[in-house]
Antibody
């Protein structure tokens, strides 16, 4: 069964850091681009970042560029989202999604940035 | 950056046909994905590349794309189709992976 499972969310103060994980199973991890998408409470979907087949193939939304970094560990079938200098507006559910079609999604992990 | 415009809500009676639109400048030249999201759940891909249907998605879900409007059509609507629906495209600009604002489908 093709599956993505996110973890690492929590409550954090503004300016602090958090690292999210997305573990893949049931498909050849190295063959797929993986995206991060977030959803603020009661709002729509917003793309955050992607990481491609090669470790240097990455892209970020303007709102997180310079603060967020994505990486992948092929030995662990896991993608990470390192989030620094967090802001209140970064609050939301963070999903990872497979492929440019975003055909498989994880259940999401919740990040709350609050003082 | 590229903007996708969806109506906030669409209402339809069970058994009827629902059409949800997604407007964008020359969107007909792009590949459009549609996602269904039910409350408390992750999004699910229901249409890819304008009109493709992933395995497991009922034939009642179909898509079209031309000019400045893409459309998701749901035939013989069921109560279980009540959800938020989002369109999505890739655009060669800042923030290239773009989602529409979402449409709430209400089944009366």
């Amino acid at each position: 069964q093709e599956q993505l499972v996110e973890s690492g969310g929590g409550v954090v103060q503004p300016g602090r850091s958090l690292r999210l994980s997305c573990r893949a199973s049931g498909f050849p991890f190295s063959d797929y681009v993986l995206h991060w998408v977030r959803q603020a409470p009661g709002k729509g979907l917003k793309w955050v970042a992607l990481i491609g087949y090669k470790r240097n193939d990455k892209d970020y939304a303007d709102s997180v560029k310079g603060r967020f970094t994505t990486s992948r560990d092929t030995s662990k079938n896991t993608v990470y989202l390192e989030m620094n200098s967090l802001r209140v507006e970064d609050t939301g559910i963070y999903y990872c999604a497979r492929d440019n079609r975003m055909d498989v999604w994880g259940q999401g992990t919740t990040v709350t940035v609050s003082s | 950056s590229y903007v996708l415009t969806q109506p906030p809500a669409v209402s339809v009676a069970p058994g009827q046909t629902a059409r949800i639109t997604c407007g964008g400048n020359n969107i007909g030249s792009k590949n459009v994905q549609w996602f269904q999201q039910k409350p408390g759940q992750a999004p699910v891909l229901v249409v890819y590349d304008d009109s493709g249907r992933p395995s497991g998605i009922p034939e009642r879900f179909s898509g079209s794309n031309s000019g400045n409007t893409a459309t998701l059509t749901i035939s013989r609507v069921e109560v279980g189709d009540e959800a938020d629906y989002y369109c999505q495209v890739w655009d060669n600009s800042r923030d290239p992976w773009v989602f529409g604002g979402g449409t709430k489908l209400c089944v009366l």
